[in-house]
């Protein structure tokens, strides 16, 4: 979902740098952790990249902001059996908190669920 469509503030922009997701080495998906000084909220986002989106047909994506001030992740959003591409959690109040942003995809039919992490921003 774009940001404006996940209830992203129009101000959010990235903060720390990107994360990874990898599958047997090979990178899926990115993962960013986003910061609205107008909203005073984090956001995780998670964009799976095309090579991937390509090759499976359906797969579960969730995205969330992990407090480690709080020892929890806040935000989390699941879309289950879904196609898309662009990944946004829910908003956090977690801006005076230490944080990550994480994200994790499973694809369809897969025991496995790959997961990835950005930097920690205090």
């Known amino acids: 979902m774009k940001a404006q469509v996940g209830g992203v503030c129009d101000d959010a922009h990235q903060i720390g740098k990107t994360g990874y997701i990898k599958r047997d080495g090979t990178?899926?998906?990115?993962v960013k952790q986003f910061y609205s000084p107008e909203c005073?909220?984090?956001?995780?986002?998670?964009?799976?990249?095309?090579?991937?989106?390509?090759?499976?047909?359906?797969?579960?994506?969730?995205?969330?902001?992990?407090?480690?001030?709080?020892?929890?992740?806040?935000?989390?959003e699941s879309w289950e059996a879904d196609n898309g591409q662009e990944y946004w959690s829910g908003g956090t109040d977690t801006v005076s908190d230490c944080t990550s942003a994480g994200g994790a995809v499973e694809p369809a039919g897969s025991d496995t669920t790959y997961s990835g992490t950005t930097d920690t921003r205090c």
Request: no cysteine.
């Open 27 to 30: 990178t899926i998906a990115s």
């Open 40 to 76: 005073k909220e984090n956001y995780s986002y998670v964009w799976l990249w095309q090579d991937f989106v390509d090759q499976e047909d359906d797969y579960t994506v969730s995205a969330g902001v992990w407090s480690y001030t709080q020892n929890h992740e806040f935000g989390t």
